[in-house]
């Protein structure tokens, strides 16, 4: 953020507990809730954006089971003053 000129910038890390019942939800969570993630889907077209959700069902069956899937998200957050 300094390099794009804001002055008192602040980073930190947020979390936030997440639980969904299934692959299904939170597949829909995941396609519908970030623009880029739609803009990216899109560009795969049907059949990359099919077989990436095959792909990530079988790594979630693996990992968590038939659900609840539990997990924790972080995202970085920044914030500035526009010199």
């Given at each position: 953020m300094e390099a794009a000129e804001f002055d008192e910038v602040e980073v930190k890390l947020v979390s936030r507990d997440l639980s969904v019942a299934s692959f299904d939800d939170l597949w829909a969570m995941v396609t519908t809730g970030a623009?880029?993630?739609?803009?990216?889907?899109?560009?795969?077209?049907?059949?990359?954006?099919?077989?990436?959700?095959?792909?990530?069902?079988?790594?979630?069956e693996q990992r968590f089971g038939g659900g609840p899937i539990q997990m924790t998200n972080v995202a970085t957050v920044g914030r500035g003053n526009v010199r």
């Open positions: 623009p880029p993630v739609k803009m990216l889907l899109e560009q795969a077209g049907a059949a990359g954006r099919t077989r990436l959700q095959d792909t990530l069902g079988r790594i979630v």
